[in-house]
């Protein structure tokens, strides 16, 4: 008998959660097009793999690092559906001239709750990293996002961003791979 009260319990705490959620994604002014500026922080590791033939062996290496990071998300809105593109550079201050820079299509779904949103997105697409002293290394790359945005106007926002990313590169007989995490502050602007 309480295990049936426990389920029916449990039943209509979800769908009270579930009707609370709709009415939340849907609550809102809605927009038809996004562009969101960000700047912030991103701490960044790389490893490299270089095969020499030559010598039958692999030579590592590993580094890591923080910078600035500044970019911004473009796009449109289709309901609650966002389908846009992502160009984000991090300059990493602990090396010589190490900047990475990624040019993302991304898709998100955003809710709005009165003026606060909330925003997650995934992102893919070509990424490249160089430094002082070495060419252009190209390859790809994919990235998770999250984002509240607080509106202060029907038109703007101002809020946090966090994302988690990852990049691999070739580059001769040299493989690179890295993973970054970005916290930025965002402004946006909705139409």
């Known amino acids: 008998m309480t295990r049936i009260l426990r389920n029916q319990a449990f039943g209509m705490l979800l769908a009270t959660l579930g009707r609370g959620a709709t009415a939340r994604a849907t609550d809102g002014p809605s927009e038809l097009v996004f562009v969101v500026p960000f700047v912030g922080v991103e701490y960044v590791g790389i490893a490299s793999a270089a095969l020499h033939p030559d010598v ?3 030579n590592t290496t590993r580094s890591s690092g923080a910078g600035v990071a500044f970019g911004g998300h473009a796009g449109v809105a289709l ?3 966002h ?3 992502l160009y984000q550079q991090s300059r990493i201050t602990q090396s010589d001239g190490l900047n990475f820079n990624k040019l ?3 898709a998100g779904f ?3 709750a009165g003026i606060v949103g909330l925003t997650v997105s995934l992102a893919g697409g070509w990424a490249f990293f160089s430094a ?3 060419s252009r290394r190209d390859g790809g ?3 998770v996002g999250f984002a509240t945005d607080f509106y202060l106007l029907r ?3 101002v809020g946090p961003e966090i994302a988690v990313d990852a990049g691999g590169y070739v580059s001769g007989t040299s493989v690179y791979a890295s993973w970054g995490l970005t916290v930025a502050l965002r402004v946006g602007l909705h139409l």
């Open 83 to 85: 389908l846009g593109a």
């Open 141 to 143: 790359g994919a990235r």
């Open 104 to 106: 993302y299509l991304e």
């Open 155 to 157: 038109y703007l926002s």
């Open 79 to 81: 309901g609650n559906f």
């Open 56 to 58: 039958l062996g692999v």
């Open 110 to 112: 955003a809710g709005r």
């Open 132 to 134: 002082d002293g070495v």
